[in-house]
C-alpha cells in the first residue's frame, strides 16, 4: 500500500486523548477539528526537562535518507518499550509538497496523522508567517513613497523581498512600482519561499510572545542615503507582525499511526535557515515527556549543527544522544554508483561510500554527543549490504542497528531505542558549541568549514568581503553563523561525494538575520525560491466529491 492508503486505515484517536498522554487538560486545547489543536506555552517547565534526543542523517541522496520516518519510528518504539515520548517536527512546506519531494509526514506505519492536513494548509502557520514577512515589505514600500515619516531609505540597500508558499522560479527577480508615481517608487525586488523567511527562523528561534516581538524589530532592512542602518523596529512594523503571529507561535499537536503523541511547528529551510521545528514545540515535548525526539534538516554537516550551534546554544538546550540514519543507497552514492543504479547490489561502492558516516560520526562527536547508527531498510537492500554497514560500525565501537520503521512502525526500532537509552543514559549533560559567539566572523565560518567539512581552506568573493565589513561595522559580529550550502556533500560543490578533501569553500555573499541572531554566508548556488519540475507532484494530487484527496505521499 501507498503511505496513504496506509493511513486511510487507521482509526484516528479523538486529540484529547493524545492530549491526555501528555498530561494536558482538555480544556487548554484550541482544537482544529477533531483531530488537530494547538496548545498553550504555559506547559514550559524549564526545571523538569527530559531527555532530548537528535536525529539526523549521513549526506542524503535528492530523495531522502527517512530522517522523519525514523523520528517518528524512535518515537513509537521508546513508548513500546515503557518510555513516555514524543516526536517533535517541523511543518511541511507547500513548495516540496507541490514540487519534486512530495509530503513529509513520514511513511508506511511511521507517519504522522491527519497527513494531509499537516502535509496542505494544517493550522495556518505558514499563511501567518507569509503575511508577518509581507506586511513589513508594503511597509518598507510605503515608507519610500511616503511624504511623511519617511526614513530616507535608499531602495538600492533595501535586502528584505516578499514570501509566498509555493515554489515558483518566475516570482525571483521582479521589479516593483511600475505605472506611475502612484504605485511607488520602481525598484528590483523578488520573492523567497516562506521557509526560507527569516520570520520563520525568528518564530522557530523565540521563547515567548515578548521575545518574538524584540526579535522582529531587529530585522536588518537596509540604510538610509547617510549610511544609517534601518531595521524594523524603526518602522514600528514589529508590534503588528507579532500580532499576526498571536496564534502561529503555539505548537500544534496531532498523532502518529501508533497513537504517540507528534508536535509539529514551524519549518525553516535547513540550507538557508536552522532546519529544525521551534524551540517553543521542543520545549514542551521536553516538559511533558522522559524522551524528545526531534530531527534536523539534511545531513548533520548542516541542519545538525545549526541545530546545536544555533537552536540549543540560543534555547540552552542540551540533547543527550544523536541518531545517524544511514541507508544502503546513499552509501552506494557516495562510493560512486550512479543514481539510476543505486538499487542494485554493489558492496565495493558502500565500502567506498562508508567514509561519508565516519565523517558524520566524527562530526557528532565533537559536540561531546553520543551517536547511534540507524541503518534504515530499504526493500532493495540485501543482507550483505546491511551487514557490511552493520560490521564496520561495530568494528570503529559505533552502536548500531538494522531498523524497518516503514514496514513495522516501533517494531522495527525497539533494538535502536533500547540503544538510544543507553546512550542517553550514559551521555554527558552539557554538549559542547563548535565556536564561541566571541570569535571573529571569518574564525567562525573557518571553524565549521576545516572541522565538519573538512574544508583546507576557506575563499572570499569580494563583494562577500565587502559584506564582512558591513558586519562588523553594525556590530553584529557576535551573532552566530548559519552556513547555507548544499545538502548533497560536505563540501560546498555538490559533485564532490564521499569524503572529500583538499577542497576550498567559497563564501560568494554573507546575509544578515539579524533578528534570528545569525548571519548567513553563501556557498555556491543555494536557492531561496525552488522552481517546479517538468513534473511536478502537484499532477497527482485530486479530490473527490466526498472531500477525500488522493495522490499525496
Avoid at 20 to 36: F, N
Avoid at 292 to 316: Q, Y
Avoid at 471 to 500: F, H, V
Wanted: a neutral charge; aromatic letters at 6%; proline letters at 5%.
Amino acid at each position: 500500500m501507498t503511505d496513504q492508503e496506509i493511513a486511510r486505515t487507521i482509526k484516528l484517536r479523538p486529540i484529547g486523548e493524545i492530549a491526555s498522554k501528555l498530561g494536558i487538560d482538555a480544556g487548554d486545547l484550541e482544537l482544529y477539528g477533531k483531530y488537530k489543536a494547538k496548545l498553550p506555552l504555559k506547559y514550559i517547565d524549564r526545571n523538569k526537562f527530559g531527555k532530548l534526543i537528535l536525529v539526523s542523517a549521513i549526506s542524503p541522496t535528492p530523495a531522502g535518507e527517512g530522517k522523519t520516518t525514523v523520528s517518528i519510528g524512535l518515537s513509537q518504539a521508546l513508548n513500546r518499550i515503557g518510555k513516555r515520548s514524543a516526536v517533535v517536527l517541523r511543518e511541511p512546506s507547500l513548495g516540496p509538497v507541490f514540487g519534486i519531494k512530495g509530503g513529509a509526514t513520514g511513511g508506511g506505519y511511521s507517519q504522522v496523522l491527519p497527513m494531509e492536513d499537516i502535509n496542505l494548509h494544517f493550522t495556518g502557520d505558514f499563511a501567518a508567517i507569509e503575511k508577518a514577512h509581507n506586511l513589513l515589505s508594503a511597509l518598507i514600500d510605503n515608507n519610500i513613497q511616503s511624504k511623511n515619516n519617511n526614513l530616507n531609505l535608499d531602495p538600492r540597500t533595501i535586502s528584505w523581498k516578499r514570501v509566498m508558499d509555493m515554489n515558483d522560479r518566475a516570482l525571483r527577480d521582479i521589479v516593483v512600482g511600475l505605472g506611475g508615481t502612484g504605485n511607488g517608487i520602481p525598484r528590483e525586488t523578488g520573492f523567497d519561499i516562506t521557509a526560507a523567511s527569516e520570520v520563520m527562523a525568528i518564530l522557530c528561534l523565540s521563547k515567548d510572545r515578548e521575545d518574538l516581538k524584540e526579535r522582529l524589530g531587529n530585522i536588518f532592512i537596509g540604510f538610509t542615503f547617510e549610511k544609517k542602518p534601518i531595521y524594523a523596529r524603526d518602522l514600528k512594523a514589529n508590534g503588528a507582525m507579532a500580532a499576526l503571529l498571536k496564534d502561529a507561535i503555539k505548537p500544534n499537536l496531532v498523532q502518529t499511526i501508533e497513537g504517540t503523541p507528534a508536535i509539529i511547528h514551524g519549518g525553516p529551510f535547513a540550507n538557508i535557515a536552522q532546519g529544525t521545528n521551534s524551540v517553543i514545540a521542543t520545549q514542551t515535548a521536553m516538559s511533558l515527556t522522559d524522551y524528545t525526539v526531534t530531527e534536523a534538516g539534511f545531513g548533520f554537516d548542516l541542519g545538525a549543527e545549526k541545530f546545536l550551534d544555533i537552536k540549543c546554544r540560543s534555547a540552552k538546550l542540551s540533547p543527550n544522544a544523536a541518531v545517524l540514519v544511514a541507508t544502503v543507497r546513499a552509501l552506494k552514492y557516495h562510493g560512486g554508483k550512479s543514481l539510476k543504479d543505486i538499487k542494485e547490489p554493489d558492496v565495493n561502492a558502500l565500502s567506498k561510500g562508508i567514509e561519508n558516516l565516519q565523517k558524520h560520526v566524527e562530526n557528532i562527536r565533537l559536540f561531546s554527543l553520543a551517536p547511534v547508527v540507524a541503518i534504515n531498510k530499504f526493500v532493495t537492500d540485501t543482507q550483505e549490504e546491511l551487514d557490511f554497514i552493520k560490521t564496520y560500525c561495530e568494528g570503529k565501537n559505533i552502536p548500531v542497528s538494522i531498523i524497518d520503521v516503514w514496514a513495522k512502525g516501533g517494531e522495527g526500532a525497539e533494538e535502536l531505542a533500547r540503544m538510544v537509552v543507553d546512550a542517553a543514559e550514559d551521555c554527558c549533560p552539557n554538549f559542547l558549541p563548535l565556536y564561541p559567539l566571541t570569535d571573529s566572523v571569518e574564525k567562525k565560518i573557518e571553524t565549521i568549514a576545516k572541522k565538519i567539512y573538512g574544508a583546507e581552506a576557506v575563499d572570499y568573493t569580494a563583494k562577500a568581503k565587502n559584506h564582512l565589513a558591513k558586519i562588523e561595522r553594525l556590530g553584529l559580529g557576535n551573532l552566530a553563523i548559519c552556513m547555507a550550502k548544499t545538502q548533497k556533500s560536505l563540501s560546498d560543490n555538490p559533485e564532490l561525494l564521499g569524503r572529500p578533501k583538499d577542497f576550498v569553500v567559497t563564501v560568494r555573499e554573507i546575509e544578515i538575520a539579524a533578528g534570528a541572531g545569525f548571519i548567513v554566508p553563501i556557498t555556491g548556488e543555494i536557492m531561496r525560491m525552488p522552481g517546479l519540475p517538468e513534473e511536478p507532484s502537484s499532477i497527482r494530487i485530486d479530490i473527490d466529491n466526498e472531500g477525500n484527496i488522493t495522490g499525496l505521499f
